[in-house]
């Protein structure tokens, strides 16, 4: 059974970077499958940032194109978020997860439990 | 960018109800689209995907429906453990959008 695990700062200042991995088990990221990152503002809904697929394929939200870099490590089995200068409205729960389609889109079937990221100087 | 709305926005409804939530998107994506459910302080959960296909291990009360543009996610006979959030997303095109959330709560 696949699991995600995000980990990186709970807490980045305005301008910076934000840096988050997710570590996956129980699957090996380079046999297929697309991986994303999807975030949730405090009492708001979820938004999309964007996927990656395992060949290296990327697919980013438009409004957050200009910022954000996913990327694999399948070494490490890893998925990474960057996301550059940061302000408030980037705080944040954010979650990785698999969406379960091999070519296409279909639902994002496994989820890492979420890590909250706060904005804040 | 795909609108995706769903109605309503929160709903009570009592155990042994049976619940329709809908969900619009502003352009035809055919059978692209998933349902979530979401508990408090816990990731989403995949219910249905590509309009009606039931993921493994949901309960059988849950099924969806529609294609094009509109599309419902009902729950036959509510149960205790059903109360929550529930998000649609279309997954027809980049950039992939959700709904706003429907607030399933007890009466």
């Known amino acids: 059974q696949v699991q995600l695990q995000e980990s990186g700062p709970g807490l980045v200042k305005p301008s910076e970077t934000l840096s988050l991995t997710c570590t996956v088990s129980g699957y090996s990221i380079s046999t297929g499958y697309y991986w994303g990152w999807i975030r949730q503002p405090p009492g708001k809904g979820l938004e999309w940032i964007g996927s990656?697929?395992?060949?290296?394929?990327?697919y980013y939200n438009p409004s957050l194109k200009s910022r954000v870099t996913i990327s694999v490590d399948t070494s490490k089995n890893q998925l990474s978020l960057k996301l550059s200068s940061v302000t408030a409205a980037d705080t944040a729960v954010y979650y990785c997860?698999?969406?379960?389609?091999?070519?296409?889109?279909?639902?994002?079937?496994?989820w890492g439990q979420g890590t909250m990221v706060t904005v804040s100087s | 960018d795909i609108q995706m709305t769903q109605s309503p926005s929160s709903l009570s409804a009592s155990v042994g109800d049976r619940v329709i939530i809908t969900c619009r998107a502003s352009?035809?994506?055919?059978?692209?689209l998933n349902w979530y459910q979401e508990k408090s302080g816990k990731a989403p959960k995949l219910l249905i995907y590509t309009a009606s296909s039931l993921q493994s291990g949901v309960p059988s009360r849950f099924s969806g429906s529609g294609s094009g543009t509109d599309f419902t996610l009902t729950i036959s006979s509510l149960q205790p453990e059903d109360f929550a959030t529930y998000y649609c997303?279309?997954?027809?095109?980049?950039?992939?959008?959700f709904g706003q959330g429907t607030r399933l709560e007890i009466k």
């Open positions: 990656i697929f395992h060949r290296g394929s990327t």
């Open positions: 997303q279309q997954s027809y095109s980049i950039p992939i959008t």
């Open positions: 997860a698999r969406d379960q389609g091999v070519t296409t889109f279909e639902g994002f079937d496994s």
């Open positions: 352009q035809s994506i055919s059978s692209y």
